[in-house]
């Protein structure tokens, strides 16, 4: 399974440190994005793009930015959602 945090702290803080290790240890492929390094590319569809870059679309989207949901980050998850990845 394949999962994404996301988060606007670094790997290096303890919440993000803790959870990427408990993921590690049950074997999922786990990977920490910025919200804000996503690009929303609307054409005939929507999709997205990370620092540029298309991705490979997770099963898992952990959603860790508390207080600071701007509208931008919203739009992000939505776009996960209308690609079917389950948002938690």
Same mark, same amino acid.
């Given at each position: 399974?394949?999962?994404? @945090? *996301?988060? /606007? ?5 303890? !919440? !993000?440190?803790? *959870? ?10 786990? #990977?920490?994005?910025? +919200? !804000?390094?996503?690009?929303? @590319? ?11 870059? /298309?991705?490979?679309? +997770?099963?898992? $989207? ?8 701007? +509208?931008? @980050?919203?739009? $992000?998850? /939505? =776009?996960?959602? =209308?690609? #079917?990845? =389950?948002? @938690?």
């Amino acid at each position: 399974m394949s999962v994404i @945090i *996301l988060s /606007k702290y670094k790997e290096t803080a303890y !919440n !993000n440190e803790r *959870l990427l290790k408990t993921f590690d240890k049950a074997d999922l492929d786990v #990977r920490l994005m910025h +919200p !804000n390094k996503f690009d929303v @590319i609307v054409n005939k569809g929507k999709s997205l793009r990370y620092e540029g870059e /298309k991705f490979e679309t +997770p099963e898992l $989207v952990l959603v860790r930015t508390g207080s600071a949901t701007s +509208p931008f @980050i919203t739009s $992000v998850i /939505k =776009q996960f959602e =209308q690609d #079917r990845v =389950q948002c @938690i």
